[in-house]
């Protein structure tokens, strides 16, 4: 679970200061404010990190990618490719990192992770991007472990000098030459650990970044109509995909599952859940996916709404049906561990579902499986008060702690923008609530009473009261 996180000449921002992330944390802010853009960029190094090429620094993405970023200048602050991108996060792991030292046979551990790098076109006029620096930091309740990283030296050709602190990296001797450049934007290369002998233990905190990345997955605003019949062959998606396209497989390869929504509360099936959170949202009164034969498979999903006289195909309900389905689906499908970031969650619903998907939010950072916390972590650009003031509400009935939530806004009236976080208090009121925020109520209110004193005074004009 991602802890902290700040971004610095990236797209619109120049700096996002820190950010708290949050089991539940929230990016707000009007159209073009810059809010989609942290979500972007967390896509750019998921990307980068699954990406074939090893030497390619960051991957802006192709045509099948989540997120298509074009070149280096069109992602850099003020498209000024003299500026850098530095960035840095802190991560919770599920698993301590055991580390131990053959020489001094000095253990390590730690179960939290900061990462640190700058990263910018090279120097030389090669026109390429290069990494500046990168480290990584090793922690646990009683501090730091030890810190290592890679920091690019002044010459023209690439070559790295390796850092450390509390943590002795004893060079082999005879080996003179300085390490080439680095994997990607976060890797040691395999020379590190041929050049000293005692660095084994690096290629883990590549995996451990390898890991972080893989555990996001992510749902766009832009979801898939729904179908009549699906082709399901048995396979298990990794996620319901970037559009929701493959919410039903991922119902059918979860249909043993069984999910409870907090502490002693009851397990239930998979698709059982979906279809209470569905009825909950005032959505529908059932949910099925039924196989169509035996000897196909093909299979159609049947939802009743409330007064219809029986089922009907989910293409036959309302729009937002279907693209609120591939929300639930992944929040309570995605693995243990996963952080998923959403845009625009709540879009096609109506203001009560729009209120009730919040708590649909917090049961599933609540949910347990196999009788362990799932440890899910939702990161989620919306433009919804009704979802946030629900979020409000439930922090002030206890149902959510308010540390659970960590909610931001993207002020562009000022330059550069700046990203403010909300202040929650136990009683879920906003500390400081930003002018404009979501409109001015009072304004509409104020000048609709204004005009229907007008219009009353003409009518009596009219008739010569």
Known sequence: MLTQLQIQNFKGWKDTGSIR??????????????????????????????????????????????????????????????NRISFDYQWKMPCFLDVSDPLSEHDYSGDVMRFEATVGRDQHGLNTVIVD????????????????????????????????????????????????????????????????????F???????????????????PLRTKAERLYSWT???????????????AAILAARQRKLSMGHNQRYKLFEQVIAEKLKQMGLIESFKVNQISKKRQDYEVKVKTKGSLGEVDLPDVGFGISQVLPVLVECFYAPANSIIL???????????????????????INAREDGQDRNIQLI??????????????????????????????????RTPAKLEELRLDIFGNIENWPKDFFGDEMEDITEQSRAALQKRKAMIAERGE
């Open 21 to 82: 992330m949050a089991p539940i944390t929230l990016f707000f802010g009007a159209n073009s404010s810059g809010k989609s853009s942290i979500g972007q960029f967390l896509m750019l190094l998921k990307q980068t990190v699954e990406s074939q090429d090893r030497k390619a620094v960051l991957f802006p993405g192709g045509r099948t990618s989540a997120v298509q970023l074009g070149s280096f200048q069109d992602f850099i602050f003020g498209r000024d490719p003299e």
């Open 380 to 413: 989620i650009e919306t433009h919804s008060e009704h979802f946030l003031r629900r979020l409000q509400r439930r922090i002030a009935e206890d149902a959510v702690k308010r540390e659970q939530v960590a909610a931001y806004f993207a002020d562009v009236s």
């Open 133 to 200: 620096q990168f480290k990584y930091e090793l922690s646990h309740d009683n501090g730091l472990q030890f810190s290592v990283g890679m920091e690019r030296r002044s010459e023209k050709k690439a070559a790295y000098d390796v850092t450390d602190e509390k943590y002795d990296l004893k060079r082999n001797k005879g080996r003179v030459w300085h390490p080439p450049t680095t994997v990607r934007f976060y890797g040691f290369p395999d020379e590190v650990v041929a050049y000293y002998q005692n660095a084994d």
């Open 342 to 364: 959403m845009e625009q969650p709540e879009i096609h619903l109506h203001p009560r579902a729009q209120a009730f998907l919040a708590d649909v939010m917090i049961d599933a």
């Open 234 to 248: 048995g396979t298990e998606p990794e996620s319901v995909g970037y559009a929701g396209d493959n919410t039903v």
């Open 202 to 220: 690096v290629q883990s905190l590549n995996l451990a970044q390898e890991k972080l990345f893989r555990s996001l997955a992510y749902l766009g």
